[in-house]
């Protein structure tokens, strides 16, 4: 009763005075931190219940709040009115082995974080989002749960947000152009990026270093970034050949969106991110997938010397494959590439092939007799399926054609998709021909059924104007290689060509992607029109074999070229394909960059280094090496007065002694690079 009475009293004394009360809770989040306590994400909503998530790293941020969630089609968008309403987590430190690769062994540590989002709202929809984190690297993805009110998902786009708290530069090439991946790498603040492929690569105005990628691109659509203001990049996913980019059916999770962070540059490549967020191997016994270098008739096509259609100058004939043949088995490499050996190149093919025959040869070229010739000699011809983008057309003749090549010891297929973005052909699910991009969600499941059904034969695979790479050698290891960007044919004809920063540039953006069949080994460095020169020197062609990394290498330039320099062709013969381990030695994105690997079968190491067209001296350690032997240097340097330009071809070739407590200091000129082998020697 006094209580009640007091209460009153002091309402009378102030008239329109209102109760305090207590704020609402802040909404519920939830943080993981990496296992070495380097990088923390922390997952939200903000007070209109929109997801975000921001990660720190050593404590500064590096993620300010950034938005989680999808657009549809056909249904309210998944953004707002969400709660955070569970969490759980998991931990793993295992090392698992390669079958080949950069390393034998790779290291997966890592906190897991899984949230779940329910809306608040009718329909009362929810999706998780799984957040791993590593010491090097964060990466993300999206899972549907199967639920009544959402089980046909059709995307009309993310609404995946990387909000950068720091300016800087980046390297990017542009995405929704039409020569796909095949553009020169823009070097720009990252204010003035407009819509770029990934690996997208920033260098912050601290120095910290930050690729964005992919992993695992399954039955979805390939992602691009799209600057929306300031450093804030929102993701947008490839084209689908209707409204939808993407179209899956619940339960279902979405690709990985990565974030590989390093200090520097070198750190970036060092990173097993990728690989780590893909599934183990699901083909079993994979011992059949070898990697090779291959002698390949090819690169007079691109010197406009012979032609892939029929006639007078038509490259794969019987006689020419003999002779490559020969010179594959006399020098120890493993396989003998031939395009334009089927019916299909006479006419306008670009963008078209609805002529191809994957089992048909034109009348001069001796399938059968050249397959068997082949095996005699211990060399495996290596199969050549152009698509033109057609890819229904092609995966129509997959089984006849994947068996006949079993049958003739063909066990390894490089497949083109020469078409313009957009322009590929898929059957939709009327069984009617549609427009696909390259990178849209129709083309990542093609490109996937063509691994599996390759897989059945023991067929390796390599495509050229692919769907990037996002790790998926894990899983399928007989996806060996892919193009993916500017190759060496660019340096022939490329208008304008490849300049000498180009490699620089791949090693880390590209290939933070994995291996690329780049085609090294060019030794007459001339184009393709009059007085034209491939921008590289001897020592670089020879150096690439080490910093550009496939397990399957071409040896790529006319085989009678290869005689005017055998000294300098020793270190092509000798330089393996498989590593056991890998460092980077040092490196700045498009400037230079020096690589050690240890070759997988021996105690070999190798060594190369590339620059810009700036020619540098740069000082390593060999403490890469055993401490406890000694090593020949055997060295393929460019020539003192070497220069791309002016002098491509001198090149000095020497050796000596070295230990691991022994440092070498590595001159490089103008648009060069340097190559060294490391023979094992003694113990000490």
Known sequence: MLRRLFLTLALAVAPGLALAQSPPPPPPSATVTSPGGVLSVTLSTNGEGRPFY??????????????????????????????????????????????????????????ELRVTFTEQVEPRRRFDVVFRVFDDGVGFRYEFPDQPQLRDVAIADELTEFNLVEAGEAWWIPAGEWNRYEYLYNRTPIAE??????????????????????????????????????????????????EAKVRRTAPFPTPWRTMQIADDAGGLYMSDLILNLNEPNALGDVSWVEPYKYVGIWWGMHLNTMTWASGPNHGATTERTRDYIDFAAEHGFRGVLVEGWNVGWDGDWFGNGQDFSFTQPYPDFDLEGLAAYARERGVHLVGHNETSGF??????????????????????????????????????????IAWAWH???????????????????????????????????????????????????????????????????????????????????????????????????????????????????????????????????????DVPVDWADTRVLNGEIGDFVTFARKDRNSEDWYLGAVTDEHGRVLPVRLDFLDPNRRYRAEIYRDGDDADWETNPYAIAIETREVTARDAMDLRLAPGGGMAVRFVALGRR
Do not use: C
């Not at 340096?491 to 590209?510: D, I, Q, S």
């Open 54 to 111: 921001t990660v720190s790293r050593l404590g500064r941020p590096v993620i300010e709040e950034s938005r989680l969630g999808f657009m549809l089609v056909g249904a309210p968008k998944l953004e707002r009115n969400f709660r955070l309403t569970g969490e759980a987590r998991a931990s793993r430190d295992e090392t698992w082995e390669q079958p080949w690769g950069e390393r034998r062994f790779v290291r997966d540590r890592h906190n």
């Open 193 to 242: 990026i407009g819509r770029a492929h990934t690996p997208m690569t920033v260098k912050l105005d601290s120095g910290l270093h930050i690729a964005f990628h992919e992993a695992a691109l399954v039955d979805y659509s390939g992602m691009w970034l799209r600057r929306v203001s300031g450093q804030r990049f929102t993701a947008q996913l490839a084209p689908g050949i209707d």
């Open 391 to 432: 890819a229904s057309h092609y995966e129509a003749q997959i089984p006849e054609a994947f068996a006949l090549y079993e049958r003739l010891g063909i066990d390894s297929i490089k497949s083109g998709y020469v078409a313009d973005a957009g322009q590929a052909k898929v059957l939709d699910d009327n069984g009617e």
């Open 439 to 573: 990178d849209g969600q129709h083309m990542a499941r093609h490109h996937l059924n063509v691994v599996r059904a390759a897989a059945e034969h023991r067929i390796a695979v390599n495509p050229h104007e692919p769907i990037k790479d996002t790790g998926l050698r894990r899983t399928y290891p007989n996806w060996v290689s892919r193009e993916g960007a500017r190759g060496m044919e660019f340096a022939a004809w490329g208008v304008p060509p490849n300049p000498p920063e180009h490699e620089a540039n791949l090693v880390f953006t590209r290939m933070l992607s994995g291996p690329m069949d780049y085609t090294p080994g060019i030794f007459v460095l001339n184009g393709q029109q009059p007085g034209s020169r491939i921008q590289s020197t001897l020592a670089k062609q020879l150096a690439l074999y080490v910093v550009i990394y496939s397990p399957i290498q071409m040896v790529a330039d006319l085989i009678e070229n290869y005689a005017t320099n055998m000294e300098a062709f020793q270190f092509i013969k």
